[in-house]
């Protein structure tokens, strides 16, 4: 069974970095991951869009974060990463790794996962 399991939230100070990792596992020889990334939510808040990166390594980022976080794969690992610099306050959510997955043969979608989350928190 397909799981994501996201590290590396924490209590951080404004201007500060963190890096997260999100490790998929329980993935068989016959699906692979086209996009992994990366969705946070703030309390009272709808999810929003952090960044994603598809197999080939193209990249999209949410506005809020553009230039200031980077997100990399490591597909033999089945790795997500996101690399925050100069976080802020309002970089202050739940951070939520995502990936689809698809058959090889066939090529099509099989499904999406979600991990549980981890907390970042940017505070003085």
């Known amino acids: 069974q397909v799981q994501l399991v996201e590290s590396g939230g924490e209590l951080v100070q404004p201007g500060g970095s963190l890096r997260l990792s999100c490790v998929a596992s329980?993935?068989?020889?016959?699906?692979?991951?086209?996009?992994m990334g990366w969705y946070r939510q703030a309390p009272g808040k709808q999810r929003e869009l952090v960044a994603t990166?598809?197999?080939?390594?193209?990249?999209n980022y949410g506005d809020a974060v553009k230039g200031r976080f980077t997100i990399s794969r490591d597909n033999a690992k089945n790795t997500v990463y996101l690399q925050m610099n100069s976080l802020e306050p309002e970089d202050t959510a739940v951070y939520y790794c995502?990936?689809?997955?698809?058959?090889?043969?066939?090529?099509?979608?099989?499904?999406?996962?979600w991990g549980q989350g981890t907390q970042v928190t940017v505070s003085s």
């Open positions: 329980g993935i068989s020889s016959k699906i692979y991951s086209n996009t």
């Open positions: 995502y990936a689809d997955f698809w058959t090889w043969i066939p090529s099509r979608k099989f499904n999406d996962h």
């Open positions: 990166i598809n197999r080939g390594s193209t990249t």
